[in-house]
């Protein structure tokens, strides 16, 4: 049902097989209205390549039920790819209540042919924990009815997703998925998190995921429903959201607002497009302000769907290179709360060590490192680690050390004429690595790695710290440390040379031209 072909950090690349149908995640499905398609599922097949698409069992229940147990959903949507239907929990957040049982819903699901169905389920939203307790137990009571029903009839030909609810209630999102992980379902669903968004709480929604992904491990997808803007995708991506869906294309283009990487520009201040899609090649912001109402609408929610498409690709990419990372350092500039979400991400430390064993040995592009935060990626972590395990902490060392600037040659009779000796170990200093042994040098990662020098300043009593723990687990005896004309360089040389002298270790400073 589903293969992992490719991952970094929590997310992935995986084939997703429902019968003869396939699709590739990290997977995006637009919202489809059954009734009225603005935009429809086979233009965005034909000109999107969308693999997926999402609808509501509810309404076609309600409003097409005959016609959609005659055609099939497939037919009905004109769509050839993978089609999921959400059971009508959303009415029941926006409406209270839905006018039909849990077994209808399931069994209809089935009969129209939907490819991943969900339970009829009861969002939390954001309330109170009185609430929230209430949501999870008539969700997980609806879920045991709608598995007995299909258990009953005989037919389970859909994927089905297990809906967890709890909303901001960790404890209660937690133990609504510990319940739903021994049910049986193929995938798993977290609901609830477009009040989050739409508030900007983008911080609790990324610990709603953690929790929730922690909880079902890593054998089966998650979906996230309504998951809003793309500026998003790549951090949902990278904890370890497999699918997601979102309506915000067509919702923001009712509200004339027009999707960009790192937000969202209204249609009447924009004088250029920063975009070449089809619809923004093709028309100016003044042409598109003088069209009619709806034909602007379509318009505008064609070019947001290229956009949500457009992130979803360079994603992908970033994962095949290894660059996840690298692409959220860049998208939490665009906001300051989903800044302040990346932060909590790059200080959870038992998130940051999950990331880090999901994250492949080596990567098809070098590293960018921007700051200080870049320093706790795990990639780097990783690599600091394994140093201090594989190389400084073996037995053997030699007694003599010579720390070389990372970016100075140096002949052997010059380094023979330092040390007064035949044997010695070369290492190289000013890395964000701390101490890189000379023959490692140009392996991956150090000399893959790229960062500003003004990085190693703002680091420098850090990385002296790193290296002091190096050069004492190696166990020499004598340092000699070459000095730089960088002055950066220079004043962290300085500063390693006074650490090793207030320890006791015999070190040499050495001014050599």
Known sequence: MFEILAGDLLGRIGRLKVGSRRAETPLFLPVINPVTQSISARWMEENLGAEAVITNAYIIFKRLGERAIEEGVHKMLDFDGIVMTDSGGYQVLEYGDVEASPEEIALFEEEIGTDIAVPLDVPTGVCGRERAEETVEKTLKNLERTLNALRER?????LWAAPIQGGTHLDLLQRCAEQERGMGFDLYALGSPTPLMEGYRFEKLFEMIYVVRRIIGFGRPLHLFGAGHPMIFPFIVALGVDMFDSAS???????????????TLRIDRIDYFPCSCPVCSDITPDELRGLEREERIRLIAAHNLYACFREIREIKQAIR??????????????HPRLYQAFRWIMENEELLKLMEDNTPLSSRRGINLFDELSLRRPRIRRARRRLMERYFKQPGHEKHLVLLPFNRG????KLKTIVGEEVFEVARYGTPYGLIPDQLRYTYPFSQTNYPRKLIEEVSDDLVELMVEQIRAGGYERIHIVGSRS??????????????HKLGICSNLIDWN
């Open 154 to 158: 005989g037919v389970r030909r859909a």
């Open 410 to 413: 140096m002949s052997f009779e």
């Open 249 to 263: 294309y067509y919702l923001y283009a009712r509200d004339e607002r027009y999707i960009t990487s790192a937000g």
């Open 487 to 500: 002055r950066y360089l220079r004043d962290l040389a300085s500063k390693l040379h006074e650490a090793l």
């Open 321 to 334: 290179d290894g660059r996840l990372m690298e692409l959220l350092e860049m998208r939490a500039r665009s």
